[in-house]
């Protein structure tokens, strides 16, 4: 494909040094990018191409960022976009007569993962034969938070980047539990290539990453090594779509899609859209009655095209903080009542959000336990108020 040949002949990154106008050495890298019209091809046309076309896309580029490399390796959190990934370079490598499991694998152990993820990971490792590297953090979770004075509201609602009140807590528990490992594995493997799962219809912020790095590229900042994105410009649905067509095994995590609230005319939504609903295995009666609770993801693309509202989980960190503005504490609390435990009161997330709770409902829980709440004391009663009002911390 002519996109994938001009990265191939764009993409040579080159260091020169020079001395600025102070006399101070400085080094400038060349050719780590493709050019605008190469990184914008595929975004430009990626809307209406089949998902049988986009899988050849991704193959052939996966193909050639391989035979520019020495040491390539996947990154992979065992989530549903770096197992494609694997699926997608299993198949690259097999075009190219190799062994489909002659390549690294590493997966970043942050010391805080789902009990799903550790499950899968020893499964489809064995099943995949998979040739993998896991890397740890320095520090845990609970010594970031305590070495930086502890929750305030900031870190749940402060966007990573931005400086305006320093380094946020969440970011830095990022770098220290996720991109600090990754990035000393990565220096001492030497690995020259990573593979990683990043889909541009995640976020605005990936879809700018998407547009300003391209698929492939030479991250001299960060990586110093090649990056292959393959699965760029899939969609969610593609994704969905295609592990239901290649029979690809995935986490069960991604079984436990919650409807944090269904729309107000869901009677009449379900009775116009009967026939969608029953062929992804919903039940209509229950859907139309609202007792449905939890749901695959498959069925949750479809409710949210719907007007239905859920909280779709995802792997990583399951002390997260920057969900918690969508609705994870409701989702952690009804799913694994012993973690939103140790969020709450062992990591200081309840003395934070207790704060924070609206006013309505701060109302609400001073009429039950017959005290008024105030700054002072609200800390105090924490125990009590989840209490009589466990759903306390469910919206924000």
């Not at 099943?127 to 870190?155: A, Q």
Request: proline letters at 4%.
């Amino acid at each position: 494909m002519k996109v994938i040949h001009n990265y191939a002949l764009q993409v040579n990154p080159t260091m020169e040094e020079k001395l600025n106008d102070k006399g101070k050495k400085i080094t400038r890298w060349n050719g780590t990018r493709a050019d605008k019209e190469t990184r914008y091809a595929h975004f430009n046309i990626h809307k209406y191409t089949i998902l049988k076309d986009k899988e050849r896309w991704s193959i052939d580029l996966i193909k050639m960022s391989l035979q520019r490399s020495v040491k390539p390796v996947i990154s992979c959190s065992f989530g549903i976009d770096s197992i494609i990934d694997v699926y997608l370079t299993r198949k690259a490598l097999i075009e190219l007569g190799r062994d489909p499991s002659d390549i690294d694998i590493v997966w970043n152990d942050t010391a805080n993962e789902f009990k799903e993820v550790r499950q899968y990971q020893k499964y489809i490792t064995e099943l995949w034969k998979l040739r993998l590297y896991v890397t740890k953090p320095k520090k845990t979770l609970k010594h970031i938070i305590d070495d930086n004075g502890g929750i305030t509201s900031d870190y749940f609602f402060t966007r990573k980047g931005d400086r305006r009140g320093g380094r946020p807590l969440s970011e830095k528990c990022c770098g220290t539990l996720k991109h600090d490992p990754m990035k000393r594995i990565t220096k001492d493997m030497q690995w020259d290539l990573l593979v990683v799962g990043l889909r541009a219809d995640e976020s605005s912020q990936r879809l700018k990453a998407g547009l300003r790095d391209g698929e492939y590229f030479y991250s001299s900042a960060e990586w110093k090594a090649f990056v292959v994105r393959p699965i760029l410009w899939w969609t969610e649905k593609d994704v969905w779509e295609y592990v239901e067509q290649e029979g690809i095994p995935y986490n069960e995590l991604y079984l436990k899609n919650m409807i944090q609230e269904y729309p107000m005319n869901t009677e009449e939504i379900v009775f116009a859209n009967k026939e969608l609903i029953e062929s992804v295995g919903l039940d209509y009666y229950d859907l139309g009655d609202r007792e449905t609770q939890i749901v695959n993801r498959k069925q949750a693309i479809i409710l949210e095209k719907l007007g239905f509202k859920l909280f779709t989980p995802r792997t990583g960190c399951m002390m997260c903080p920057i969900p918690v503005k969508y609705g994870y504490m409701q989702w952690i609390r009804l799913n694994y009542d012993k973690v939103y435990n140790a969020m709450v009161y062992n990591l200081g997330y309840g003395e934070a959000l207790v704060s924070m709770i609206p006013k309505e409902v701060r109302e609400e829980i001073e009429y039950i336990m017959g005290i008024e709440l105030t700054p002072e004391n609200i800390h105090i009663h924490l125990r009590e108020i989840l209490e009589v009002k466990p759903c306390t911390f469910d919206k924000f």
